[in-house]
């Protein structure tokens, strides 16, 4: 004789554990999108930041130049 309690508890059983399991997977799924969407939020603003640099460079070349070109003429009078 089969025991119908004990498969129907089984089958309710398992369904929720796949119901909780999958509800958690997709909430980790957007907590993984969230953290990705910061993540290159982050890197975007660092190739910004990383572009600006060599025109930062080539201003304080130009800047440290006219300086010297100052005091040359500071040093001449």
Do not use: Q
């Not at 990383?50 to 040093?75: F, G, M, Y």
């Amino acid at each position: 004789m089969i025991d119908w309690t004990s498969i129907i508890v089984a089958v309710v059983t398992a369904t929720g554990a796949g119901a909780g399991s999958l509800y958690g997977i997709r909430k980790t799924s957007c907590l993984t999108d969230f953290k990705i969407d910061r993540l290159t939020e982050e890197v975007r603003r660092h190739n910004d930041f990383a572009s600006r640099i060599p025109v930062i460079e080539e201003r304080l070349k130009v800047v440290n130049h006219r300086l010297e070109d100052l005091e040359n003429k500071l040093k001449g009078n």
